[in-house]
């Protein structure tokens, strides 16, 4: 019964911006950190960003510290990511992800749900 659904994914222009949502339903969103995870083509998925329970701590991959940003609103259900400056290498189909505890969320095996995931594809 538990779903992350996320939207937002779509073709842009390198340096251009995008703002992925992920909806939750089904289990006690509060209580879980939550955070985005990235696949490309032929990759490993990888941590992007997280977020704890209550948004006083976040977590961002070197590669987008400075151009993406993690938000939740607990009230909404609903967990952001920011996109800016992107680049080609940020091409990829991100994935929506819940875990019991911040240091759980930022590794593959820690993760208790996973949302179908939303395809970004930045062009040069």
């Known amino acids: 019964q538990v779903q992350l659904v996320e939207s937002g994914g779509g073709l842009v222009q390198a340096g251009g911006s995008l703002r992925l949502s992920c909806a939750a339903s089904g289990l006690t969103f509060s209580r879980y950190a939550m955070g985005w995870f990235r696949q490309a083509p032929g990759k490993e998925r990888e941590f992007v960003a997280g977020?704890?329970?209550?948004?006083?701590?976040?977590n961002y991959v070197d590669s987008v510290k400075g151009r993406f940003t993690i938000s939740r609103d607990n009230a909404k259900n609903t967990v952001t990511l920011q996109m800016n400056s992107l680049k080609p290498e940020d091409s990829a189909v991100y994935y929506c992800?819940?875990?019991?505890?911040?240091?759980?969320?930022?590794?593959?095996?820690?993760?208790?749900?996973w949302g179908k995931g939303t395809l970004v594809t930045v062009s040069s």
């Open positions: 977020i704890s329970w209550g948004g006083y701590s976040t």
């Open positions: 992800a819940a875990a019991p505890t911040f240091e759980r969320l930022q590794t593959l095996t820690g993760i208790n749900y």
